[in-house]
Each structure stands twice: as C-alpha cells, then as structure tokens.
C-alpha cells in the first residue's frame, strides 16, 4: 500500500516534470506572444514610425495631431529644391544682405552664418540647410527657386511650392506658411506626415548624402574673387553618433514647437523612419527617438 501511494507520488512529479518541461521548450523555440515587446513611453506630443520598406505602421502617438515642426520644415525646403527641373546643383548664390539680416529680425534664429557678397553653390546652402539649421541658407533657397519678380513674390512663391508638395504626397494634415519653420501661425504638420515626407525625400541620393553627414567643410569663393572655409555640424549629431545605424534625418526647435526630431535609421536592411513633436528638451527628443528605433526595430 504504501509502495503504491510511493508510485503515485512519482508518476503525478514526473508528469509535471514532462509538463513543465514541454513549456519550457515552447517558450524557447516556438513563437513569441503577439505583443510580447513593451510598448515604449515618449516625452513627445506626438510620434510615429514605419518600416520604410513596407510602409507599415509601427508606432503611432497622436500621430495625425496637427503640432507646430520648427526646423523640420526644412526637409521640405529641401525636397522643393531637389526636385526642380534640370537643377544644377554646382550654381552659385551670392549671399545677400536680406539673408543675415532676415537671422537677426527674426530674433536671431539658427544660421548657416553665410556671409554678405560670398558665393556659395545649391548643393553647399543644402548643407548649410540641413547641418546647422540654416535659415539664412533656406532663404536663399526660397529666393533662388521661387517665380517672381521680387523677393518677396519668389519667397511666396517657393512657399506655395512646398505646399503642393505636401498635398502630392498625401500630407492631408500639414501645411507651410515659411521656408525654415520661423512660422506665421499657420505652419504645422504631424508625425505621420512628416515621416511620409522624410520617406520620399530619402529617396535622393544628394539628400541622403547630406542628411548623414555629421560634420563638412566647404570652401566657397569670396566677393573679392579669394577663397574661405564654412564648417557645419549637424544639430542631428547626439543621434547620428549615438545610435548605430542612423542615417538622418532633422531636427526641429521653437518656443511653440519645442523639441522636435525626423529620424531614420537602417539595421539589416531593415529601414525605419519615424517623427518625434514637441518633446521636452534636445536630449530627450534623441532618447525618444532611440526608444522608438528599438521598439520599431524589435517588432
């Protein structure tokens, strides 16, 4: 009897033993549980990602929520002027007065630091664009690719330019009302739109060249017939040395729009892109961005 109840006791462990076992495997070598990777939490107003090569979304925070973009306005500026007709990427500019003084009048405002009577090539004001955040360069841009007579006509004419733009591309929430992000209470857009915009604009082989460079040094020619030296560092630094993969893209900042970021990177020919509005600082817009990149990348 007592032998018996012996037996039963080891075949009811053993059998629990086997069970245990048996999940234990499916665990380690079957399919993870749908959901099993956190969903990360995000100082921004708003964020958005997809896998660039499907278009899926990956993440989404008020991702259709209209907010202000400040700088990242610029991706825009710069997807106008690259996709002009027979653009010469090596025509000079020469650097105007309107352009500094437009840095001061708006409250001194980010710079390429051009300097008045120097002549500097469209693809060196894209980099004076898209590194330090130029807004002296992105009036250059809008005077030299807008239609008019006046500058005034040709910065309003560039503007409506970048505003078919958008709609083109499906950006339903999103509409500009200046060339650099220096908005007039009318220039806002949204995560998801934003990533669309990054997504095509990656799609060009000199703005992706430009959005992943993290330092430059150009030399332009003076109004005196010499020579002189810009050197830019991207404002997209902490990310694009900080995160392994990354490959651009903007960042954006104001007293409305706070601390903004569009971002991509790309692991194992994997590439995803995503948007990060109105975050609390400059540091933590970059760490909601890698929260994001590993959320995206892990699902």
Not at 16 to 24: F, K, M, N, R, Y
Not at 176 to 182: C, I, L, R, Y
Not at 267 to 276: D, L, Q
Request: glycine share 10%.
């Amino acid at each position: 009897m007592i032998t018996g109840i012996k037996g039963t006791r080891f075949r009811r462990a053993a059998a629990v033993t086997l069970t245990t076992g048996a999940v234990l495997a499916a665990g380690a070598f079957g399919a993870a549980p749908a959901g099993a990777v956190a969903t990360p939490t995000i100082s921004a107003k708003g964020g958005y990602t997809m896998n660039n090569g499907t278009g899926a979304t990956l993440y989404k925070k008020a991702a259709d929520t209209k907010l202000s973009t400040g700088s990242t306005t610029k991706i825009m500026t710069a997807k106008v002027v690259l996709s002009q007709p027979n653009l010469n990427l090596d025509a000079k500019v020469t650097v105007s007065s309107a352009y500094s003084n437009y840095i001061v009048d708006s409250g001194y405002v980010s710079s390429a630091h051009l300097i008045v009577g120097d002549k500097v090539t469209v693809k060196q004001l894209l980099y004076g664009l898209m590194l330090p955040s130029g807004c002296d360069a992105a009036y250059a841009l809008a005077d030299k690719f807008g239609s008019g007579s006046t500058r005034a006509a040709r910065v309003k004419s560039f503007i409506g330019k970048m505003n078919t733009t958008a709609r083109s591309l499906g950006m339903t929430n999103t509409h500009f009302d200046s060339f650099d992000g220096v908005g007039h209470g009318a220039n806002y857009s949204t995560p998801r739109d934003l990533t669309k915009l990054a997504s095509s604009a990656m799609k060009n082989s000199t703005f992706k060249t430009v959005v992943k460079t993290v330092t430059t040094k150009q030399k332009v020619t003076t109004s005196s017939g010499g020579y002189r030296y810009y050197t830019w560092e991207n404002t997209n630094k902490p990310l694009l040395t900080g995160y392994s993969g990354t490959i651009g893209v903007k960042t954006g900042s104001g007293p409305e729009a706070k601390y903004c970021l569009v971002f991509a990177a790309t692991r194992n020919g994997k590439t995803i892109i995503g948007t990060v509005l109105a975050s609390s600082s400059a540091t933590v817009r970059t760490d909601d961005a890698k929260k994001l990149l590993n959320y995206s990348f892990a699902r």
